[in-house]
């Protein structure tokens, strides 16, 4: 929607390390100036733009705040943009995928909560291991592919996290 | 106008000037209005001092009566007589036979699928109904207040729906209320807490009312109320814990099931002073007609277990989805005036493991809160700096895709405002117009969503399949209101709608309502037309001389400044006459001119609150 750069926005470099606290304080100073509250009893016009501003605010402080989301921004920022569905070669992570799968269908067969948290635990190690090699590599052409294929593992993660979730929601029943 | 006003931050032009505004709960039971005075936000009372009024309205034939004496006549005159219509706004036909037995009314379908009442001065829609309710509020507080308002702020429950919010808002403009905002009522209860207590930190507030249940997880950071998630149950309330001892005493006393609509009422009034009796008492004796027998709490408490499971579920659900723990919550605080049951307050209590808050009274606390916001958006600047409410959509909104199935656009717990876009495409040769079908819900199925509108895309030039680009855009506003654009990218073609749902008034209705209504039809409405006009006009000039002494010389250059200056004369020699359109036509031409300069100004704020603190890292 023909917005500036999510990190220009927060006046940053682009980069995948964000110190998360600052982004929120950040945001909060930027929303105060933006938010259609300020605007109440303002023109049409300006209402409709103070709008349109807190929008992509909005927006780019959820591309930022999350890894995966950062992850995917920044690769498109550097290389043009990646389609959103594709056939992953990476048999090795299809492997690990496979068996948390497996896992998640056992756990609920098995209703068992304590084992749910001890499998959430694991499953954020993995990421923030997977968010520590994509740190160390986005910034290196050489290593697109490898880049690429890390942040398709993060955006697997949240999808698996998010069943996870469903899981609980569902035994909560 | 107020962008116009951002780099001062002392006090508003003529501080004298207070805008009247006020915050009003639309309660499924009860209904509220309160404002700020003297920096007290306070519930306003009615001439016999009662703050509260009872959500109901009872139709004569030429009059309609609101509050206590229509609650009272509920039994007597059941068909005209319409309590709890909060429960029927923004709902079909359909969803309301759902709701159950228990509505004693008779329906008549209307031209929008919503369910009209059939009553002695003709066939009302829920709408119309809250709008009486709404009206008395308003009269009532422009006579304390003595003068007209400005607008006010209308709180929902946080899970109400795109409808149910289109609903309030058209009741609102039916009542001749301003609307400044939709506001969750969860989030107004804690902008009266956290104000008061300047908290900070995470709380949550359960929100259990005479018909809806919210909760609602915020962080409170410096005057910022951000919502992280919230949940509830759109039909879970203290009226079912009614309905459970009137079944209770329906099945002890043998009595049929199907009783007449009076008989129905004055059985469910039993039972609601039943239950506010075991508020304190540990045991309460019902009766009805000749059946008497001892209600204990133990047993009442077993009756409403369910619900208040289904109540804790939710809870923890938001929790969830705030991705916080339960041990994060700081605070809890109860809102509604069903938290007063005492097994309500005892299973919050367990389950976030410390007492729920209570110091302010729960029927007030979301009025009050809605004052307060209220307050700052009709521009009287607070001295504690101004509040920021960061707000979320309650439910996952989005399109109906191949198969049936609801592809989700916008997901639950999303920060708004927020617009998002979709591409789609054709899936047959030479295909020239594409449905979009517009849905609200967590579920896969869009059997089992909400259908919030349908509207066609046409003019598609003729491509092969899968050639044509569409961008579909949503839009949620501040208060939580969804439009929708779809565009053709590569010829441009493009279609708009401001959501109209299915279950809401058509804008033809709306234009008849208003017409009809007495409130319109008298010489007052040019009068305050014309007031409300010069009131905008003389405000859009103070911001901007304002805006000029300020920013004036580094924004503008001399031509610029010129054209500003020459219209903002000319506003001021028709504000000395009485021509309210041309006042109007003037101001809107004035706003034109100011329109490159506000957005200057706008940048120039959002490069302030960057500037300061991260200077080092700007700099690098």
Known sequence: ?????????????????????????????????????????????EQRLALEQSASLNEAYQTLKSPAKRARYLLALKGGELPLEVTVHDPEFLMQQMQWREELEDLHDSADMAGIAAFKRRLKVAQEQLNDSFAACWDDAAQREQAERLMRRMQFLDKLTYEVRQLEERLDD | MALLQIAEPGQSPQPHQRRLAVGIDLGTTNSLVAALRSGLSEPLADANGNVILPSAVRYHADRVEVGESARLAASSDPFNTVLSVKRLMGRGLSDVKQLGEQLPYRFVGGES??????????????????????????????????????????????????????????????????????????????????????????????????????????????????????????????????????????????????????????????????????????????????????????????????????????????????????????????????????????????????????????????????????????????????????????????????????????????????ARAQDFTTYKDGQTAMMIHVLQGERELISDCRSLARFELRGIPPMVAGAAKIRVTFQVDADGLLSVSARELGSGVEANIQVKPSYGLTDGEIAKMLKDSFQYASDDKVARVLREHQVDAQRLIEAVQAALEVDGERLLDAEERMVIELRMQELSELLKGTDGYAIEQQTKRLSQVTDAFAARRMDLTVKAALSGRNLNEIEE
């Open chain 1, 1 to 45: 929607m023909g917005t500036p750069c999510h990190f220009a926005l927060f006046e940053l470099q682009p980069g995948f390390n964000l110190d998360l606290d600052q982004l929120a304080v950040r945001y909060r100073e930027l929303a105060r100036g933006v938010h259609p509250d300020r605007f109440a009893d303002a023109s049409e016009r």
């Open chain 2, 113 to 418: 699928h919503m369910p009209f009442i059939d009553t002695v001065q003709g066939p009302k829609s829920p709408v119309e109904v809250s709008a009486e309710i709404l009206k008395v509020l308003r009269e009532r507080a422009e006579k304390t207040l003595g003068g007209e308002l400005v607008g006010a702020v209308i709180t929902v429950p946080a899970y109400f729906d795109d409808a149910q919010r289109q609903a309030t808002k058209d009741a609102a403009k039916l009542a001749g209320l301003n609307v400044l905002r939709l506001l969750n009522e969860p989030t107004a209860a804690a902008v009266a807490y956290g104000l008061d207590q300047s908290a900070e930190g995470v709380v949550a507030i359960y929100d259990l009312g005479g018909g809806t249940f919210d909760i609602s997880i915020l962080r409170l950071t410096g005057g910022v109320f951000e919502v992280l998630a919230t949940g509830g149950d759109s039909a879970l309330g203290g009226d079912d814990f009614d309905h459970a001892i009137a079944s209770w005493m329906v099945a002890q006393a043998g009595l049929s099931a199907d009783l007449d609509p009076g008989t129905q009422r004055t059985l469910l009034q039993a039972a609601c002073a039943a239950k506010e009796a075991l508020t304190d008492a540990s045991s309460v004796a019902v009766a009805f007609g000749d059946w008497q027998a001892e209600l204990t709490r133990e047993a009442f408490d077993a009756m409403i277990e369910p619900m208040v499971a289904r109540s804790l579920k939710a809870c923890r659900r938001a929790v969830r989805d705030a991705n916080i723990e339960i041990e994060d919550v700081q605070a809890v605080v109860m809102v509604g005036g069903s938290t007063r049951v005492p097994r309500v307050r005892e299973a919050v209590a367990e389950m976030f493991g410390r007492e729920p808050l209570t110091d302010i009274d729960p029927d007030q606390v979301v009025a009050i809160g809605a004052a307060i916001q209220a307050d700052t958006l009709a521009g009287n600047k607070r001295d504690g700096g101004e509040l920021l409410l960061l707000d979320v959509i309650p439910l996952s909104l989005g399109l109906e895709t191949m198969g049936g199935l609801m592809e989700k656009v916008i997901p639950r717990n999303t920060t708004i405002p927020v």
